[in-house]
């Protein structure tokens, strides 16, 4: 048995780990990175084709006008981004005995990939660390806090190893650690709660890319999405997975992911090649029978998936718990992943905004700089107007709606209302920031951003998300609001398009609020 000490250990080699990795070392301050698997990436996980395409069977997007993190990262590590390609018709099957019907609309809105797959992401980044600090094959089997360290165990194959560490970081899924983890003394009990109530993004999922030596469905005016919305379907939802904006270069692929139950994909393993052939033959003609097939199950990966997550299959996840931005052991013990994310949580976007807080945490320990009086008198004044704008934020929200019921207007009630709601919240809360006698001089920490920006701006943090939820209680017990089903029972896919719009309202939020507090300095 090995035994090590280190003055921080981050568990779990996936894109959180590997971007506060790159932030530890950029900074000269001491890690070691342990990853379970034999590869680094977690839930990236990239694939070729034969003829030498890369493939994304794990996450594939990302949406530079709602993702700032993802977009700013993409941008400094120098990676090619494509738009998602989106246009053409889009198919949608209810009835596997009838054609598809023939819709005309825009599915990613706005969503790019990145050429080479996002295993570019990850060989970037851990590109740029020492060798020597990355550990593979080492599984976490137990947390012992032992007075001024803690004491992680290990699985590494047959062997074990022991390392002494003052400060960890476990960046891996919250339902993994009560089930894998022995933690002693134990940990308290709302925080495994809160680990246990929160769903593995894609633990359940599965993903199937079809590859072709051309793009067939193109030439033909579709856009390769489509959605299956039928008790047989194999594919539920389907889309254009080329690996760059064009094909003949790139290499052409169909992507999928797989409406089958875990139960049910093991019972048809066998039969799945032909069933997703048959289906895609079914969408978009006999010249999608004649492909090589990839296909990855997460349920089946045991650093994924949970049992809970077998168990109890989520559809629409929240993350972002409270309990697990905390940290535990006298601040020795902190949590990260994008479930813990407050913003972006399921995203890669989150994984990176659990990162950032995580760097802030374990920032080298400076003189600090104490807040005013007089600004922590503002700040107080801000976050009582901040709560009391629950209420009028969801009024506003119902008038919006209601305007647009009397207009008669019937698609995209609940987007459009929460959106308006949001904006008009956030320019009352500007101008709330603005009327304050805030003493910002001397407060920029790096240029063009105020010292003071995160503190002021802390009460806003999680206000969309809350009014979304509101709105959508609201909807579900609105007998106007029964008559549209999309309004009334929104689909995954439809309440991810008003979330990553309002990630959007946000920034631009932060960004305002961060220039009023300069010119304040100024």
Request: aromatic share 6%.
């Amino acid at each position: 048995m090995n035994e090590i000490d280190i003055d921080i250990a981050v568990v779990g080699a996936g894109l959180c780990g590997l971007a506060l990795a790159r932030t530890l070392h950029a900074r000269g301050q001491p890690f070691l990175l342990f990853e379970a698997r034999a590869r680094v990436g977690g839930r990236i996980l990239g694939d070729r084709s034969t003829s030498g395409m890369a493939l994304d069977l794990g996450p594939t997007w990302f949406w530079p006008e709602a993702e700032p993190h993802m977009a700013a990262l993409v941008a400094e590590l120098g990676l090619e981004a494509f738009p998602q390609h989106d246009s053409g018709a889009v198919l949608r099957m209810r009835d596997p005995n009838k054609d598809a019907e023939v819709l005309d609309q825009t599915v990613h809105g706005g969503a790019q990939r990145l050429s080479g797959g996002m295993a570019e992401l990850v060989q970037a980044l851990s590109a740029s660390l020492p060798a020597d600090a990355i550990r593979l094959a080492h599984e976490l089997v137990a947390v012992t806090d032992v007075g001024a360290h803690l004491e992680l165990n290990f699985r590494c194959g047959a062997a074990e190893s022991t390392i002494r560490a003052r400060r960890v970081v476990l960046a891996v899924p919250p339902r993994l650690l009560p089930e894998r983890v022995r933690f002693t003394p134990a940990l308290d009990p709302q925080l495994v709660d809160a680990m246990r109530a929160t769903p593995t993004w894609m633990a359940t999922q599965a993903k199937a890319l079809m590859t072709y030596p051309q793009a067939f469905w193109r030439e033909a005016g579709q856009s390769g999405n489509a959605f299956v919305r039928h008790e047989q379907a194999v594919l539920g939802e389907i889309f254009d997975a080329c690996g760059g904006s064009d094909p003949s270069l790139s290499g052409a692929a169909l992507g999928g992911f797989v409406a089958m139950s875990p139960e049910q994909r093991t019972q048809f393993e066998m039969g799945m090649p032909m069933l997703v052939r048959s289906q895609l033959v079914q969408l978009f003609g006999e010249a999608a029978e004649q492909g090589e097939l990839h296909v990855h199950d997460w349920a089946d990966e045991p650093y994924t998936c949970a049992a809970l997550d077998r168990a109890e299959p989520a559809s629409d996840p929240e993350y972002g718990h409270p309990a697990l931005t905390r940290s535990g052991y006298g601040g020795r013990l902190h949590f990260g992943g994008t479930e813990t994310a407050q913003h972006g949580g399921g995203h890669m976007e989150g994984a990176l905004d659990a990162a950032l807080r995580l760097q802030h945490a374990l920032a080298p320990v400076s003189a600090p700089q104490p807040v005013s009086a007089l600004n922590a008198h503002c700040i107080e004044r801000f976050a009582e107007w901040v709560d009391g704008q629950g209420e009028p934020a969801l009024a506003a929200y119902q008038r919006t709606l209601h305007e647009r019921l009397s207009g008669q207007a019937s698609a995209q009630l609940t987007h459009h209302s929460v959106l308006a709601s949001l904006a008009e919240t956030y320019d009352a809360a500007l101008r709330q920031l603005a009327g304050l006698p805030f003493d910002a001089s001397g407060s920029a920490s790096q240029p063009g951003w105020s010292e003071l920006t995160a503190p002021v701006l802390q009460p806003m943090h999680g206000f969309g998300i809350d009014l979304l939820d509101s709105a959508l209680r609201f909807n579900r017990g609105s007998c106007a609001i029964s008559n549209f089903p999309a309004e009334h029972t929104p689909e995954t896919e439809y309440i991810e398009l008003i979330k990553r719009d309002m990630y959007a309202a946000w920034r631009t939020f932060v960004l305002a609020g961060n220039a009023i507090l300069l010119q304040k300095a100024a």
